[in-house]
C-alpha cells in the first residue's frame, strides 16, 4: 500500500485522496484530494449545500467513503469506526446531553480511562477555566445560552486532546458580537493547545479571520487551497475570486514578442506589460484577468506614472472606512468597482457628481491571470 | 384579539362537567357498594361494613387470579416496552424502505377487533398442538401491547437530535454504552409510560384471556366467572375498589415522570 510506506508527515497529517461521496444518484463530495498539516487552523469554505458537513463527516467517521481513502496520521479511516478515530467533533447543534449537568457534559469521554475522581473533577476544573467558565460545573444544559453551549461543546471535545478537532459552522448560531468575540477566543485557543482544527464555515470573512489555511469548496468539489492572503490576492478561477470579496473580471489576449517582453491586451485597459515569468501562454491565447477594486486609485488628473485610463463616475457610496463607486470604462460593458479608502477627513465633502471624469490607475502587479474555464 | 379566545364558555364548562359526570358516576357505584352492607347492590344502601374487604383477603382463588394477571402484566409490559423500544429505534434512526407501511403494519392490532386475533391465535395454537395456558395469554397480550409500547415510545425517539448519539460515539462511546449513557435516559420517561401503559392493558384484557386461558385465569377471567353467583359479588366489587384505586396511583405517577422528562428535556 502507498500509505503506510510514506513516512509520517506533519505536512499531510490528515490527507484526503481522491475521495468521492454518493447518496443514491447525488455526488455529494466529487474526487477531491488535500492534505492537512498538523497544528494548523484549516477550513472548508463554501455556499452552504457543497459538501462541507459531509466531507467533516467523513472525517469523523459519521459517513463512508464511497470512493478514495482518507488517512489521519498516516492510519487509513476507513475501517475505523467513530468511536475509535483520533478526533473530536464541535457540532452544528453543539449536541450538548441534556441529562447532564455541564461537569459531567464535559467528563463524558474520560470514562475509559480509568481515572480517579479527584483528578478527573480537577481535568473537568481546568476545561472550565479554560473555556472561561468557572464554577458551571453544577449547571443543567437548559440553564445555559447559545455562546456557553458552544463553549461546553468545545471543552467536551478537547479534554480528550484528540489530534484533530472537527468543527462544524460553530459560531453560526450566535449573534454578531458574540460572533466576533468567539472567533478571537476560538484562535486564542487553537493556539494554546496546537491541536489541528478543521473548521467548518460559509462566512468568508470568519474563515480569513481565523484559518491558516482556507480550502473552497463548491458542488462537492475543493476549488482551491490556500492560505487567506493566498486565495485573496492570487485566486486561480474567478469562482473562487468572486466568492472571497469582490472582483473585475477583464477578458484579454497574450501578446509576445519573442521571450523577453510579454503583455496582454485586456478589454477597456489597453496594453499591459507583464512580467514573463507570470505570463507563460503563448501568443494570440486568450486570458482572464481580475483586478480587485482597491488596487485601483481614482484621480481627477491624469496621474504621472503608471498605467491610467479614463472612466465615468456612475455610482458612489460611502462606507465609512471606504468609499466605493461604479466606474464606466470605454471598450467595457460592466462597470468597474473600485473602492477607495477614507483616509483623510471628509467633513462636508461633496460628493463627486454623476457622469464626471476620472482617472483609475492601477499597477501591472496587482493583475490577477486566472484560469480560463 | 386573544380575550376573544380566553373568554369564559359557559356552554363549554357545562359540558366538561356534565361528560365528567358521566364518565365517573357509573364508576363510583363501585366504591360505593363495595362498603354496602348487603349482598345486592341496590338502593338503598343499607349501612357501612368492610367485610367484603376481609372475606376478600381469605379467598385464595381470588389471590391466585391476582397474582395470575400481575405475573402476565409485568412479562408482557417488559417486553412489549424491550421490543417497542428496539422498533422506535430502528424506525427513527436508520433510513428503510417503506417505513410508513412498516409503522402502519406494527400499528394495526389497534383497529383490527380483538376477538378476531383471538380466534385465530386459538385455531393456530391449537393446530400446533401448544397447551393453553398463562404463557398462551401472554402471547395474545403482546400482540394487543405491542402497539401501546411503540406508539408511547416513537415521539420520545422522534423528538431527539441524532447528534446526540453521534457525539456520544465520538466521545469514544461504543453502540452499547451510547445506548446505556444517552438513549435510555432521555427515552426513560417514555419508558416507564409504556411499561405502565401496557401492563395496565394487559391488566384487565378479557377477550384474548377468554379464548387462551388454560386451567389458571386471569383476574379478569375469575371475576367474570364470579358473577354467576351473587354471594360472591360484593368482594368481586371490593377487588375492583382496590383495582380501581391502584390504577389511578398509576396513572397519575405516569403522568407525573412524563411531565418532568419533558421538562427536563427543554
Ligand atoms: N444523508 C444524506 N442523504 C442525502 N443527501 C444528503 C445527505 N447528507 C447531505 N446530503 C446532500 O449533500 C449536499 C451537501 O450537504 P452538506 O454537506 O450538508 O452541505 P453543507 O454543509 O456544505 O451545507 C446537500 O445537497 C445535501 O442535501
Ligand atoms: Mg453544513
Given at each position: 500500500m502507498k500509505g503506510t510506506s510514506e513516512m509520517a508527515s506533519a505536512d499531510r497529517f490528515i490527507s484526503i485522496r481522491k475521495v468521492s461521496k454518493s447518496f443514491g444518484a447525488f455526488q455529494?463530495?466529487?474526487d477531491v484530494s488535500m492534505d492537512i498539516r498538523q497544528g494548523e487552523f484549516f477550513s472548508l469554505l463554501g455556499a452552504s449545500g457543497c459538501g462541507k458537513t459531509t466531507l467533516l463527516r467523513m472525517l469523523a467517521g459519521f459517513e463512508s467513503t464511497s470512493k478514495g481513502e482518507i488517512f489521519i496520521d498516516d492510519q487509513p479511516m476507513s475501517d475505523v469506526p467513530p468511536h475509535h478515530r483520533p478526533v473530536n467533533m464541535v457540532f452544528q447543534s453543539y449536541a450538548?446531553?441534556?441529562?447532564?449537568n455541564v461537569r459531567d457534559n464535559i467528563a463524558y469521554g474520560l470514562r475509559k480511562q480509568k481515572l480517579s475522581a479527584a483528578r478527573r473533577a480537577e481535568m473537568v476544573e481546568d476545561m472550565l477555566d479554560l473555556i472561561k467558565l468557572p464554577g458551571y460545573g453544577n449547571r443543567k444544559a437548559n440553564e445555559l445560552s447559545g455562546g456557553q453551549r458552544q463553549r461546553i461543546a468545545l471543552a467536551r471535545a478537547l479534554i480528550l486532546r484528540p489530534k484533530v478537532l472537527l468543527l462544524d459552522?460553530?459560531?453560526?448560531?450566535?449573534?454578531k458580537q458574540l460572533r466576533e468575540q468567539m472567533q478571537l477566543e476560538l484562535r486564542a485557543l487553537q493556539r494554546q493547545v496546537g491541536i489541528t482544527f478543521v473548521f467548518v464555515t460559509h462566512d468568508q470573512e470568519e474563515a480569513l479571520t481565523l484559518s491558516d489555511r482556507i480550502a473552497v469548496m463548491a458542488g462537492g468539489k475543493v476549488l482551491q487551497v490556500d492560505t487567506p492572503a493566498g486565495l485573496y490576492e492570487?485566486?486561480?478561477?474567478r469562482d473562487v475570486a468572486s466568492f472571497i470579496g469582490n472582483m473585475n473580471f477583464f477578458r484579454g489576449t497574450v501578446r509576445r514578442n519573442g521571450s523577453a517582453m510579454a503583455a496582454i491586451e485586456a478589454e477597456g485597459l489597453g496594453t499591459i506589460p507583464m512580467s514573463t515569468a507570470e505570463l507563460t501562454?503563448?501568443?494570440?491565447a486568450p486570458v482572464q484577468i481580475g483586478l480587485r477594486p482597491e488596487k485601483f486609485s481614482l484621480s481627477p488628473t491624469r496621474p504621472d506614472t503608471g498605467l491610467a485610463i479614463e472612466g465615468a463616475l456612475r455610482t458612489a457610496s460611502y462606507m465609512g472606512e471606504r468609499s466605493q463607486y461604479y466606474l464606466s470604462i470605454p471598450g467595457k460593458d460592466e462597470p468597474v468597482a473600485v473602492s477607495s479608502p477614507n483616509t483623510h477627513r471628509l467633513i462636508g465633502a461633496q460628493d463627486a457628481p454623476e457622469g464626471q471624469t476620472l482617472w483609475l490607475s492601477w499597477s501591472p502587479e496587482a493583475i490577477v491571470i486566472l484560469e480560463t474555464d | 384579539m386573544s380575550s376573544y379566545i380566553k373568554r369564559p364558555n359557559r356552554a363549554l364548562q357545562l359540558y366538561a362537567v356534565i361528560f365528567l359526570i358521566v364518565l365517573y358516576v357509573p364508576v363510583l357505584f363501585i366504591p360505593l357498594f363495595s362498603f354496602n352492607d348487603s349482598i345486592y347492590v341496590r338502593f338503598p344502601l343499607q349501612g357501612f361494613t368492610v367485610k367484603w374487604y376481609g372475606e376478600l383477603w381469605t379467598r385464595e382463588p381470588v389471590w391466585n387470579a391476582l397474582w395470575n394477571s400481575v405475573k402476565v402484566g409485568l412479562v408482557v409490559s417488559v417486553i412489549s416496552t424491550v421490543l417497542g423500544v428496539m422498533a422506535a429505534r430502528s424506525i427513527t434512526r436508520t433510513r428503510i424502505r417503506g417505513k410508513g407501511a412498516l409503522v402502519t403494519f406494527i400499528m394495526m392490532p389497534l383497529v383490527i377487533p380483538g376477538i378476531i386475533f383471538g380466534v385465530a391465535l386459538l385455531v393456530l395454537l391449537s393446530r400446533m398442538g401448544v397447551p393453553l395456558s398463562l404463557y398462551t395469554v401472554g402471547l395474545g397480550h403482546l400482540i394487543i401491547c405491542l402497539p401501546f409500547a411503540v406508539a408511547t415510545l416513537l415521539p420520545r425517539f422522534e423528538g431527539f437530535d441524532p447528534s446526540i448519539e453521534e457525539a456520544s460515539a465520538d466521545l469514544g462511546e461504543n453502540g452499547w454504552w451510547t445506548f446505556w449513557r444517552v438513549t435510555f435516559p432521555m427515552v426513560m420517561p417514555g419508558i416507564v409510560a409504556s411499561l405502565l401503559l401496557t401492563f395496565t392493558i394487559s391488566f384487565d384484557e378479557f377477550i384474548m384471556a377468554f379464548f387462551l386461558t388454560g386451567t389458571d385465569p386471569t383476574l379478569p377471567m375469575y371475576i367474570w366467572g364470579q358473577l354467576r353467583f351473587p354471594k360472591e359479588f360484593p368482594s368481586v366489587l371490593a377487588m375492583a375498589a382496590l383495582i380501581l384505586f391502584v390504577s389511578f396511583a398509576l396513572v397519575f405517577v405516569a403522568q407525573w415522570v412524563g411531565r418532568k422528562g419533558l421538562e427536563d428535556q427543554e
Open positions: 455529494a463530495i466529487d450538548i446531553f441534556p441529562h447532564l459552522e460553530p459560531l453560526g448560531a450566535l449573534d492570487t485566486p486561480k478561477t501562454k503563448p501568443d494570440g | -
